[in-house]
């Protein structure tokens, strides 16, 4: 079977969950498959190889788990060679690790990942043990190469910028200028630099599309309040004479706070991504997107968020005695 029919049959099952299901509890309904090309440049090193892209877990009390088993459904259904998730996995708490484990464990395919905000505001230790224990790779400031047919493949993974774990330059080290490599991110701005050092696509999610996208609102609280350059879908470009590079920041899975969406950009999302395929072979989602504005996060806001882990910690560590405990107790849970 062709990759073209595996995506049309990917569609055809969501329909089928969409019949099979209790419409009034049904949650596949909220989702959308996007599809995309990916760069030019992979077109002498690619050929058929497959990302399928998630982020924003936040596996928890706010997302019901069976919306996390469909994502996990629609991943598998469109038999990606790769899995990249780009942060997110918990809320504010640790309660939910074992479910954490449990989603990730049903990915058929190799899985990497990169942490969050709230990953780390979470405990990033028992966060990674819990992908870890799920068969994910978690890349945190680090690279890695797999073997996709006879085909190689880098993938860099930045650990979370908005808490200032991000280290570039660690991430990048020992990375190889005649491979392909593809990176993750949960902020999408770091992509900026790391096209700079020949990650021409990288995948982020953090900003949950704005979660309500009706009358543009999404760029005025994401874009405008936030500050945030890249807000939901494709920025940059993807061709081979453009010295940029492009950057994907997919909606979601879940929430860490309330789970309203709405606007067709607002909806859940699985994306996947062809490498190796010339951008316009097909229909896709929509094209390159120009930046927004965005602005960069002063000094003082950057230690504010790194006082917030610190603080998150130490927390903690008066409940449980290592900061690395089973829970923050309920009030933490969303």
């Known amino acids: 079977m062709g990759r073209s029919a595996t995506i049309e049959g990917l569609r055809k099952f969501r329909k089928t969950l969409l019949r099979e299901r209790d419409p009034w509890h049904d949650t596949s309904r909220r989702f959308r498959i996007r599809r995309f ?6 077109l002498e090193h690619l ?11 936040h596996v928890g009390r706010v997302t019901p788990m069976e919306v996390q088993y469909d ?22 708490s640790q309660v939910y690790l074992h479910d954490l484990t449990d989603v990730i464990s049903q990915i058929d395919a190799p899985v990497f990942a990169s942490l969050g905000n709230h990953d780390h505001w979470a405990g990033a230790e028992p966060v990674r043990k819990a992908l870890i224990r799920g068969g994910a790779e978690v890349l945190d400031n680090a690279n890695t190469t797999i073997t996709i047919g ?8 930045l650990d979370d910028a908005y808490t200032g774990h991000a280290d570039r330059r660690e ?41 309500v996208t009706v009358a543009r609102l999404h760029e005025l609280s994401v874009g405008k309040l ?10 940059g470009s993807r061709g081979a004479q453009d010295p940029k590079g492009a950057v994907y ?53 950057k230690e504010r968020r790194a006082e917030a882990v610190r603080r998150k910690h130490e927390r903690r560590e008066r409940k449980n005695g290592d900061g690395n405990g089973a829970g923050d107790g309920a009030g933490f849970n969303s």
């Open 150 to 157: 006879h085909q190689r493949l880098q993938v860099v993974g």
């Open 71 to 92: 994502a996990v459904s629609m991943t598998n259904a469109g038999k990606p060679d790769v899995v990249v998730i780009s942060g997110d996995f918990v809320c504010h």
């Open 37 to 42: 090309a990916g760069p030019e440049c992979f």
């Open 249 to 301: 920041v997919g909606a979601g899975v879940g929430a860490a706070v309330v789970p309203l969406r709405l606007g067709e950009r607002a909806k859940r999302e699985v994306a996947f991504f062809e490498l190796g395929t010339q951008p316009g072979a097909f229909d896709e989602h929509h094209q390159e997107q120009d930046a927004h504005q965005g602005r960069v996060p002063s000094l003082k806001t």
């Open 47 to 57: 050929d058929g190889v497959r990302v399928a892209h998630l982020t924003d877990l």
């Open 171 to 211: 991430a990048l080290k020992g990375l190889r200028r005649d491979l392909p490599v593809i990176g993750i991110s949960h902020i999408a701005e770091e992509a900026d630099a790391l096209w700079e050092a020949g990650v021409p696509i990288v995948f982020s999610g953090h900003t949950h599309a704005g979660q």
């Open 226 to 235: 936030a500050g945030h350059k890249y807000i939901h879908g494709l920025y």
